[in-house]
């Protein structure tokens, strides 16, 4: 069974300063990795994935994320927080072996990111 | 523009009560689903389809219908409302193939069970 853990309900950070929202996995496997982000009374929206290959992924809004085999995380990054960042962000994984149509994506509890100006 | 289309925005039910949550997509994905999001649990999946005509369980199905007559529409049922079943609802579609294809989300449907 494949399983993904944000350890942090939210997540405070002032404007300008970096963020790290963390995010760990377990899979049976080798993992594809995706954060998306959820803005109030919106929908959730792609912002990066983890296939294969680098290890630091970059995606929008200035977001990256590094993928380590090692400790089995995926932690999202930005090097200087914006107001407009704050929102609930969401990581999830699904296993490369796995078969078939389902083809599931498991997603995390969510981290609320608060940007304080 | 193209993407997911959910109606309604907003529903209130009552205990006992029947209705449908349409979901639309104008991409030609194949792969379509629905979650529900509660606080604390994030997204939980309901049902999917591969394809027009097939269906399947996520993780949490009961209470709920789909049926997927065409691939761009797949609406979800929910036979009798029960107050366990206020949440939020999210359809999300993308193509089928690979994996790493990524969900297409519809802006949401939030749904109060009396």
């Known amino acids: 069974a494949q399983s993904v853990a944000q350890p942090e309900d939210q997540v405070n950070v002032a404007e300008g300063n970096p963020l790290t929202v963390k995010c760990t996995y377990s899979v049976s496997g080798n993992p594809y990795l995706f954060w998306y982000v959820q803005y109030p009374n919106r929908g959730l929206q792609f912002l990066l994935k983890?296939?294969?290959?680098?290890?630091l992924v970059k995606g929008s809004y200035g977001f990256e994320a590094e993928f380590n085999k090692s400790q089995t995380s995926f932690h999202l990054k930005k090097p200087s927080a914006l107001v407009s960042d704050s929102a609930l962000y969401f990581c999830a994984v699904r296993d490369i072996a796995a078969v078939g149509g389902y083809q599931k994506v498991t997603f995390g509890t969510g981290t609320k990111l608060q940007v304080i100006p | 523009n193209a993407g997911v289309t959910q109606t309604p925005k907003f529903q209130v039910l009552k205990t006992g009560q029947s209705m449908t949550l349409q979901c639309a997509q104008d991409m030609n994905h194949e792969y379509m689903s629905w979650y529900r999001q509660d606080p604390g649990m994030g997204l939980r999946l309901i049902h999917y389809?591969?394809?027009?005509?097939?269906?399947d369980q996520g993780e949490v199905p009961n209470g709920y219908n789909v049926s997927r007559s065409t691939t761009e529409d797949f609406p979800l049922r929910l036979l009798s409302a029960a107050p366990s079943q206020t949440s939020v609802y999210f359809c999300a579609s993308r193509k089928q193939g690979s994996g790493a294809n990524v969900l297409t989300f519809g802006a949401g449907s939030r749904l109060t069970v009396l």
């Open positions: 389809s591969v394809g027009a005509g097939i269906t």
């Open positions: 983890y296939i294969t290959g680098d290890n």
